[in-house]
């Protein structure tokens, strides 16, 4: 990305607290997610950490409903079933009724 920066930097050099602001999102949400994200693997695998992405979506829109007063609609509620459904099957939290022995 250091060519196309280059070539995009603006007139004026950012103000100090537009540099502390990139900073303190590189290192506190992208460096200390991915520490995080790599412990969640070690300890719960692959599968369990990876299906956490499932609910960003569903996230997304109980946020922008809550906090940014958007328009959430039945497509969107049976949507968000659909991803919850999907990640409790990935990850197995039915309970498995097994057969009679006969």
């Not at 930097?9 to 460096?31: E, F, I, K, V």
């Not at 958007?70 to 659909?82: D, F, K, L, Q």
């Amino acid at each position: 990305l250091a060519l196309p920066a280059a070539w995009l930097w603006p007139a004026t050099t950012p103000a100090l607290d537009g540099w502390l602001a990139a900073m303190a999102l590189a290192l506190l949400c992208s460096g200390v997610g991915y520490v995080v994200y790599f412990r969640l693997i070690a300890h719960v695998g692959a599968t369990n950490a990876a299906s956490v992405t499932f609910l960003i979506p569903l996230f997304a829109v109980l946020w922008g409903g809550w906090l940014l007063d958007e328009v959430v609609t039945p497509a969107m509620m049976i949507g968000g079933a659909v991803i919850v459904a999907g990640t409790v099957l990935v990850l197995g939290l039915l309970p498995r009724r097994v057969p009679p022995r006969t």
